[in-house]
């Protein structure tokens, strides 16, 4: 489908997002000082080879429309010893009975749902989740954009009006097919003042959906939005601007039933016999707090057909994670939850070794930030001291460890479309004696009158608490300013974060990407954004690159944008966050095979990750080694 020729052909698309043109997650997590460097890191990490690709495309290729539908069977088909749910099992993979996934999930977090469109900061955490419905479209280990519930899109010329064809093949299992009606009903549901989406912002500016902010602001009803169906299986997306990347960000578009949205209301997923699912997995059980299992959906009809039967979350404290690793109960912990100590005893031994995965997943960076409408960081030399007094390399040894991350000069990653980092990186460099000189000129030498500060981090664990306080203690050490480091609950930072005006004056956080685009990450620093700093010419260029198709011009602007956000520092980069998951052998799939760049883990972007890529993970044959029962 063309109906874009004119503009943008899918070739010159194509081209302007490997020049660079979108995981929390988003937008994240203890005191203990560091352990010692290990001898030996972990691995080695590779460095990205290629940028990824720019997720959004004009036209998918043909597909010829399945037959309509039947009714869901009221009882799972029988499974034959090689297959699940009719699906043909690898070779070399265990029996189905065997097809069963476990990990950990944060229980010191409490979340309240598993939808994203309902909640994503009280919401399902490191749990699988968005597995009950798919998403318009789903991203590959390579960022590449694949069909999800829409097997094709394609927009106008300027990129304001999207079209998506759902599949019309998608049931609930309740018997009811997926119509547009249900993702219209989830986009008006959240933006709704009502249902106060905490994630909203989200459809805001850049590429703002038509109505969506008047809506949030109760000036029109969310009926008004820019999301309208054209008949049960057409759905159309209108922005207020030109949005090129808008399917990018439909990636989080997973939607809730609009049937039960209306009857039991937004947590109908919460209780097993409420739940309705479309999507590859059915909810089995969830105790908050302690366990959530799903089990394979009989009657799923998308493009995301698992080969897991069944998979098991349970509720435990990040610190027991590796031990339980290490005792088979569970068959994967993210490096998320690994101290340098875990890196140390794995380093050393050569078969944990070997089960490490290394993965960038939504390209999160680490960063210290300011308030920067108030004193003392209202004056950018304070702000600049500040910048080079982190020395990156330092903490990569001696806390990180080089598996966990590598040092940031600048906001956007190496490999992420349009970074920049190379020729940033001499700006916010290690050097004391410079911030010692920036701060007497600020009227602060030595650290005289200057306020005591806290530093507040964001339920932060052991490795990114001994961090900050390496921080700290240089702060104290070489400017002679007073920093206590304060760990938040998660939730009272975010409230705190987001106060108009905030409530933070100096914080640690991290951001990852929402969708594959630098209009996303950098439009964290617009002056509508996170973060109490405002500059014009900024937010003009962020805007105007988020909203331009040409991709030379498009990526060059973006790069202007993020050296300006370098030199006036309201924020102090400190590392781009890699993880070393670890992952036991029996583990197989086309996510675990390296990816375009070099990484063999789980290499799907943002929140959905999981959800995304356990469809081409199994468990083969050898699992009876090591487990000769499957979890209950």
């Keep these: 489908m063309h109906d874009r020729k004119k503009a943008l052909s899918r070739r010159n698309f194509l081209r302007?997002?490997?020049a660079g043109a979108g995981l929390a997650v988003l937008a994240a997590c203890g005191g203990a000082p560091a352990s010692p460097q290990p001898t030996t890191p972990p691995a080695t990490l590779p460095p990205p080879t290629t940028a990824p690709t720019l997720v959004p495309i004009v036209e998918q290729p043909t597909a010829?429309?399945?037959?309509?539908?039947?009714?869901?069977?009221t009882t799972p088909p029988a499974v034959s010893s090689g297959t699940i749910n009719g699906i043909a099992l690898p070779e070399d993979a265990a029996p189905p009975e065997q097809q069963v996934y476990v990990r950990y999930f944060d229980n010191t977090a409490t979340f309240t749902t598993i939808d994203f469109m309902v909640s994503v900061y009280n919401g399902g955490g490191n749990a699988l989740r968005d597995l009950l419905s798919d998403a318009l479209i789903r991203l590959d280990?390579?960022?590449?954009?694949?069909?999800g519930a829409a097997l094709r899109w394609?927009?106008?010329?300027?990129?304001?009006v999207w079209t998506f064809e759902l599949d019309p093949n998608l049931m609930w299992n309740d018997g009811t097919p997926v119509t547009a009606d249900d993702y219209v009903a989830t986009f008006q549901y959240s933006s709704s003042r009502e249902a106060a989406w905490d994630f909203a912002w989200y459809y805001s500016a850049p590429g703002a959906i038509k109505n969506w902010d008047k809506a949030l602001a109760g000036e029109v009803p969310p009926t008004e939005i820019g999301v309208r169906a054209e008949g049960p299986h057409t759905l159309i997306f209108e922005t207020e601007t030109p949005a090129p990347f808008l399917p990018a960000k439909l990636m989080y578009s997973a939607p809730l039933q609009k049937k039960q949205l209306e009857a039991v209301g937004p947590l109908y997923n919460n209780k097993p016999e409420t739940s309705v699912s479309s999507g590859p997995y059915v909810l089995k059980e969830w105790r908050i707090g302690e366990r959530l299992v799903y089990e394979a959906n009989p009657d799923y009809k998308g493009t995301n057909k698992p080969y897991i039967q069944k998979l098991i979350n349970i509720g435990a404290k990040p610190e027991t994670f590796f031990a339980g690793y290490q005792a088979g109960?569970?068959?994967?912990?993210?490096?998320?939850?690994l101290t340098t100590a875990d890196n140390e005893i794995i380093a050393a031994d050569p078969e944990l070794s070997q089960q490490v995965r290394l993965t960038t997943q939504d390209f999160r960076?680490?960063?210290l930030f300011f308030d920067c409408q108030n004193p003392p960081f209202n004056d950018i030399r304070v702000r600049q001291a500040f910048s080079h007094i982190v020395d990156r390399d330092s903490l990569i040894r001696n806390i990180i460890t080089p598996t966990q991350g590598i040092p940031a000069y600048s906001f956007l990653m190496p490999g992420f479309p349009g970074s920049n980092s190379e020729a940033l990186s001499s700006i916010q460099t290690y050097d004391p004696e410079l911030a010692r000189q920036l701060l007497a000129e600020a009227g602060y030498e030595g650290g005289a009158n200057f306020p005591k500060l806290t530093l507040w981090l964001r339920s932060e664990p052991p490795v990114r608490q001994a961090v900050a306080q390496a921080i700290a203690a240089t702060i104290k050490q070489e400017l002679g300013i007073e920093v206590e480091v304060s760990n938040k609950e998660f939730d009272t930072f975010m409230a705190a974060l987001n106060a108009k005006p905030t409530q933070v004056q100096f914080g640690m956080v991290s951001y990852g990407i929402d969708y594959l685009d630098p209009s996303n990450m950098l439009g964290v620093w617009l002056s509508t954004g996170r973060h109490n700093w405002w500059n014009q010419t900024y937010d003009e260029m962020v805007l105007k690159a988020s909203e331009m198709l040409d991709a030379e011009e498009r990526i060059k602007l973006f790069q202007d944008a993020e050296r300006l956000l370098v030199e006036e520092a309201p924020a102090v980069w400190i590392y781009h966050r890699t993880i070393a998951d670890l992952m036991k052998p029996y583990i197989k799939g086309e996510a675990l095979e390296p990816n375009k760049g070099g990484f063999s883990g789980l290499q799907w972007p943002g929140i959905s990750a999981y959800s995304n890529a356990i469809s081409t993970l199994y468990i083969d044959n050898t699992v009876t080694e090591l487990r000769s029962t499957p979890p209950a």
């Design 329 to 337: 109960e569970v068959d994967h912990v993210t490096g998320e939850y």
């Design 154 to 160: 394609f927009s106008n010329e300027d990129a304001t």
């Design 64 to 73: 010829t429309p399945a037959a309509e539908p039947a009714a869901a069977p």
């Design 365 to 367: 960076t680490d960063y």
């Design 141 to 147: 280990r390579n960022f590449e954009p694949q069909p």
């Design 16 to 18: 302007a997002a490997s």
